[in-house]
């Protein structure tokens, strides 16, 4: 992608993303986001074919961003300057999800929420099973994979909602330690 159609793109994302903080969804139309991003309807169809690809698209960028980096150790993103990178892939996690990068902790408590955490509980179930599940498991033995991942991953978004609704008053640190105390006695 050339950088004309990366600006169109990211004017798209922005658009859409200003618009889903304002209302839900299903309500947005595709002439209000051409209109937000001030582009032309054939401008929009050359990236998307319709409003449903846009959310994958947003959803599939803003989580693969945050994932990715939090399982890449080497990946800093200006976050430890100070200090050494946690050793916990989830407070890495936590910490990108502070520092709200694309505004991803107002889309998982927009009125769209059910929406993103679907997709971000989807994101997340590729790396509890490659980080925990499939290292770290020496109970619970009898019980699926999928299971454990599926329970593991509600968890920790369960956690973030209820971090958002507590006006983000712990640290990503004491969350992690939270986190790590309720999910490492079943693995």
Known sequence: MDRRQQKTREAIFHAFSTLLEKKSYNHITV?????????????????????DELLNA???????????????????HGLYSNEEMPQSVFCHLLQHLQE????????LSCESSEIFL????????????????????????????????????????EMVLWWLKDKKK????????????VIEPIL
């Open 31 to 51: 002439q209000e986001i051409l209109d937000t991003a001030n582009i032309g309807r054939s401008t929009f169809y050359a990236h998307f074919e319709t409003k």
């Open 58 to 76: 947003v959803c599939k960028e803003l989580f693969e961003h945050i994932i990715d980096s939090a399982m890449d150790k080497t990946h800093i």
């Open 170 to 181: 712990h640290t990503p640190e004491e969350l992690d330690y939270y986190f790590r105390a």
């Open 118 to 157: 679907r997709y971000f509980k989807d994101s997340l179930n590729e790396l509890v099973q490659t980080q925990f599940v499939n290292h770290n498991r020496k109970r619970n033995q009898d019980l699926p994979q999928e299971f454990l991942v599926n329970h593991i991953s509600g968890s920790f978004v």
């Open 100 to 107: 709200n990068d694309n505004n991803i902790l107002g889309l």
